[in-house]
């Protein structure tokens, strides 16, 4: 019997997908395309989409569930938020606003999930706020945004394992308490990268697939 060959997709590539993430009645971003496979025995690999995180921003587990939590920035390693730089370590001020920067374009959020180490940066950065946050957050005043979650304690300058994902929903009416240094906002944790839609970035990737006959 031939094997019937079928095209595939390239894998890794972010998708700009502005008009999906509006689309949020949709219950899942899966794809039904099988790729590969043949015969009765059958076998393939099945092209998934999954969400790349919302803002470069890491939370502590501590404000999941919060309807006012406070992302602090401020105290350092003290605090409950930093700059999730993912696979810069050491990262500089300048390296931490280019990832702001690229945010638009879906160039500077790779593919991480729940196991991932990823480094962090603390502190306050007045730019990032002025020139990103609060634009953003003015512009798109109902949006919420996928960030990942690490565990309490431990550092905010060094390598973190991702525990969690959260959404987060910047308070309507004062999402900037204190200054430059502070974030107010809903999380909502227990989120998924295959699932959410608080993102307007998105990959496609490939899953086995050995049940379908293909």
């Not at 500077?108 to 962090?120: E, L, S």
Request: proline content about 5%; charged content about 20%.
């Amino acid at each position: 019997m031939k094997r019937r060959r079928f095209l595939s997709i390239a894998a890794g590539a972010a998708l700009a997908t502005s008009a999906l993430a509006q689309r949020k009645h949709v219950a899942s971003p899966r794809v039904a395309l099988v790729l590969g496979g043949g015969g009765c025995r059958g076998y393939g690999h099945v092209g998934v989409i999954r969400a790349l995180p919302g803002l470069p921003i890491v939370i502590k587990d501590s404000l999941c569930g919060k309807d006012d939590a406070i992302l602090d920035f401020l105290t350092g390693n003290a605090g409950t938020a930093g700059w999730e730089t993912y696979y810069i370590d050491s990262t500089s001020t300048t390296e931490v606003r280019a990832l702001w920067e690229a945010l638009p374009f879906c160039s500077g959020q790779p593919i991480v999930d729940i196991g991932f180490c990823g480094n962090i940066a603390n502190g306050v950065n007045a730019t990032i706020v002025n020139e990103h946050l609060k634009p953003m957050f003015k512009a798109n005043p109902n949006d919420c945004y996928l960030i990942p979650v690490v565990a309490q304690g431990g550092n905010f300058n060094q390598c973190r394992t991702i525990t969690d994902w959260a959404q987060f929903c910047p308070d309507k009416k004062d999402a900037f308490p204190g200054g430059q240094g502070k974030l107010k906002g809903k999380v909502t944790c227990g989120q998924d990268t295959a699932t959410s839609r608080d993102t307007k970035c998105y990959v496609p990737f490939l899953v086995r697939d050995t049940k379908s006959g293909m």
